[in-house]
């Protein structure tokens, strides 16, 4: 069982950068891949970026160019850096891997079977 731990949440105000971070603990070679989600009030959760362990990387239409994902494999450790934060931004943020030895490589919540708990990002003036 992999478990999953989100920090670095917070607030901040439109223009600004956060930094979240995920650690993995019991990770096993059956996570290949990890990603970011985030879910607003009375919205759907919806795939951030994901990157796997070659190194590759998605992102949705939305962030391209804003945040940037990274990983540190030795570390079990997956981050998501956030820059020129917006207020449609704001949503609690979701760590999430694969399971079973999946490589899904996408966007879409079904493709992860692991989750963390959230950190909270608030962008507002």
């Known amino acids: 069982q992999v478990q999953l731990v989100e920090s670095g949440g917070g607030s901040v105000q439109p223009g600004g950068s956060l930094r979240l971070s995920c650690a993995a603990s019991g990770y096993s070679y059956s996570s290949k891949c990890m990603a970011w989600f985030r879910q607003a009030p009375g919205k759907e959760r919806e795939g951030v970026a994901a990157?796997?362990?070659?190194?590759?990387?998605v992102y949705a239409a939305s962030v391209k160019g804003r945040f940037t994902i990274s990983q540190d494999i030795a570390k079990n450790t997956v981050g998501l850096q956030m820059n020129v934060l917006r207020p449609e931004d704001s949503a609690m943020y979701y760590c999430a891997a694969t399971s079973g030895g999946s490589w899904y490589f996408g966007l879409a919540a079904t493709g992860f079977g692991y989750w963390g708990q959230g950190t909270q990002v608030t962008v507002s003036s």
């Open positions: 990157i796997c362990r070659g190194g590759g990387t």
